[in-house]
């Protein structure tokens, strides 16, 4: 994963701190749709949200920000 976007927490509030972001680059897997909202762990167990999904070719880009708890 690339890192180095972010966003904004939901409430969206000027004082509100940025959550990481990150950019996944997977295989499109037959049958398999990822979506807005889904949920990816990686391998250290990190949970993150999907916030934008862009298949290109045989490729998904998943825009993605770190879950806080």
């Known amino acids: 994963m690339v890192g180095g976007l972010g966003d904004r927490t939901r409430a969206g509030l000027p004082d509100d701190t940025r959550l990481p972001g990150f950019i996944a680059i997977l295989p499109a897997v037959v049958g398999v749709q990822p979506s807005v909202g889904d949920f ?11 916030i934008a999904v862009e298949t290109i070719g045989g490729l998904w880009r998943l825009s993605l920000i770190q879950a806080v708890s």
């Open 40 to 50: 990816v762990n990686d391998d250290r167990d990190e949970r993150f949200v999907v």
